[in-house]
């Protein structure tokens, strides 16, 4: 698929992230403002809020956008997500009529006047171990290249659940988290902030349709359940997940914050994009296996800027097309128990990592445990991220003159508090 072109100029821009290909959905406010659901077109979004209160903009029988997210549009399913995206692309196309022109030009906010917010409302959040070069990366380090991936990995995709509420928008500041920390050389552990403080470079699946309780769902059931993606940093705390892992996995190292971008980049946006999971050795059991391609091809950078630098150093460039499960698999896979799914959950893919160095998703690989720190742009290392650093991350995927981008996912790494248990604290 070509660019489709818009009489919303900047959309035609062909290194732009929002052409009227992409059209995705987030919350928004402006000054002194309530915030409202609104579609990102070139340097602009489309508030449908006002849309829809004015009268010119209708996919229900009820208001659905006279709320602070998504949901209640998620929850309407597949047939009207496809309607509004074609009723979007008719009014914001260049074939449409003057007049319809300039009755929606008047809904057009532009960007940099706006407040982004969260674009869902998250009960359930689950994070996925789905990039088989990841794990191989990190069984490598702890337990030797011939036992690096798990017994299951190849038979199913591996997860933890997560915690919902430390779901949080770009830009949000993170602070560096205490908790046990025990070196393999110390007799007992120490209470004390996270000296090994990570990112890892995932997409998030944003639920748009439930599960019934007691029911599991297909892969292409799964797929049809997706609304679409988000960037997802799932901050990790390397050192106290080591000492807590075990037997149960991630807890407190992982429940610090989940940074998302705040646009959902819809599915139906990324349908010219698809590829397929790799091949496979070994089999998946039917109930897995997919009945198409249901990756996607997307660049995804990482960009890591210390406090003061006048730029930030590129560290990672990956995709999403390397993940061995798709998240239709995964989320199959989460309903087997007949466990429901809820509009607006999250599944985190897990670290995208390629087969290079410079692919990987994680300063926990690419600095291989802390044994060999990554050079910075201007002098510097890192092993791990340092205080004041800020993270970023940007996806988009390539068309024939066009992106389909996701806007930025980033965080600022503040010191960790005085110990919250001291006295006096």
Not at 72 to 84: C, D, I, K, N, S
Not at 195 to 224: C, H, K, N
Not at 325 to 347: F, I, K, R, W
Request: proline letters at 8%.
């Amino acid at each position: 698929m070509s660019l489709l072109t818009s009489w919303v100029e900047s959309a035609n821009a062909p290194d732009g992230q929002f052409p009227l290909n992409n059209l995705p959905c987030g919350i928004f406010s402006t000054a002194g403002g309530r915030r409202r659901c609104g579609v990102a077109i070139g340097d602009q979004i489309l508030d449908v809020t006002a849309l829809e209160q004015g009268g010119l903009l209708s996919v229900h029988d009820h208001p659905v956008f006279d709320r602070p997210s998504w949901n209640a549009f998620m929850a309407l399913g597949p047939e009207t997500w496809r309607a509004f995206r074609a009723r979007l692309h008719a009014m914001l196309g260049k074939e449409a009529s003057q007049a319809d022109r300039q009755a929606w030009s008047g809904a057009l906010v532009p960007q940099a006047d706006a407040a982004l917010h969260l674009p869902v409302e998250t009960r359930g959040y689950a994070d996925f171990y789905g990039c088989r070069n990841h794990a191989f990366n990190v069984g490598t380090m702890f337990r030797g290249p011939e036992n690096a991936l798990p017994p299951n990995y190849l038979h199913l995709p591996i997860a933890y659940s997560g915690r919902a509420s430390s779901i949080v928008i770009s830009g949000t500041e993170i602070r560096r988290p205490w908790g046990q920390l025990k070196a393999p050389d110390e007799a007992a552990p120490r209470f004390a902030p996270c000296e090994r403080f990570d990112f890892e470079l995932e997409l998030g699946a944003i639920v748009g349709q439930p599960s019934e309780f007691g029911r599991p769902v297909s892969v292409a059931q799964a797929y049809e359940m997706i609304f679409g993606y988000v960037l997802l940093n799932d901050w990790s705390a390397r050192d106290i997940q080591t000492w807590e892992y075990q037997p149960l996995g991630p807890f407190q190292a992982k429940a610090t914050a989940n940074t998302i971008s705040p646009w959902i980049v819809t599915s139906l946006a990324l349908e010219p994009f698809h590829v397929s999971t790799p091949e496979r050795d070994t089999p998946l059991l039917p109930h897995l296996r997919e009945p198409g391609p249901m990756l996607y091809d997307i660049d995804l950078d990482v960009l890591l800027q210390p406090d003061g630098a006048q730029h930030a150093t590129t560290i990672t460039r990956s995709n999403y097309r390397e993940m061995y499960y798709s998240a239709p698999q995964n989320l199959a896979h989460h309903t087997t128990s007949g466990c429901p799914m809820e509009v607006g959950d999250m599944l985190g893919s897990g670290t995208i990592s390629g087969t290079t160095r410079q692919s990987r998703g994680s300063l926990l690989e690419l600095s291989w445990g802390g044994k060999e720190p990554i050079g910075l742009d201007g002098g510097g290392t890192r092993s791990f991220i340092e205080d004041n650093d800020t993270i970023v991350f940007r996806g988009a995927a390539r068309g024939d003159g066009y992106l389909i981008g996701f806007g930025e996912c980033a965080g600022k790494l503040l010191p960790a508090h005085a110990d919250p248990y001291a006295r006096g604290a």
